[in-house]
């Protein structure tokens, strides 16, 4: 498996070696050693989650406040439009962001580290996504980002066919100052 580095600090790319014959093809897609050669520490991640996602769904964009969430996700079947933005004040690439292709075909997953957003679009008819997530899930915490941010300007590739309640009333980044204000300064 190699890990890189992305144009986000702490945002890692994983990218493991299927090994196909006429069965299919088998992968490991987390491998503790790797993770922790990365600078991840394996033991932290507390829940795996998995999302199935319609054509044109987007899911996000996603941040936890306090101490944010680190998470490792990866398209299990399918194909998504990936993203994190970088929502660590004091960073480099405060409110950039940087976008993946995530398939299952390739298992490449990508690190989120605590302090970023992160969202999706379904490319394909379904699309699953797995999550490993470094802490419980709290409902109090959770912040919405617009998708459709005008300042943020990702270009998501197929038209939005469905978004959630709470995504479809996200606000854009210039009118979350104080909820944005309670994500703790994370290296």
Known sequence: MHVSETAIPGVLAFEPTPHEDERGFFVRTFD????????????????????????????????????????????????????VVDQRPGSPTYRRWVSFTLTGESQRSVYVPPGCAHGFQALTGTADTSYRIDRPHDPADDLAIAYDDPDLAIPWPLPVTGLSARDRAAAPLRLLGPELGRIEAVA
């Not at 987007?58 to 998504?80: M, Q």
């Open 32 to 83: 503790a050693a790797v993770a922790r050669a990365a600078g991840l520490v394996p033991e932290a991640f507390v829940q795996d989650s998995l999302s199935r996602t319609r054509l044109g769904v987007v899911r996000g964009l996603h941040t936890r406040t306090g101490r944010g969430e680190g998470k490792l996700v990866r398209c299990s079947a399918g194909r998504v439009f990936d993203v």
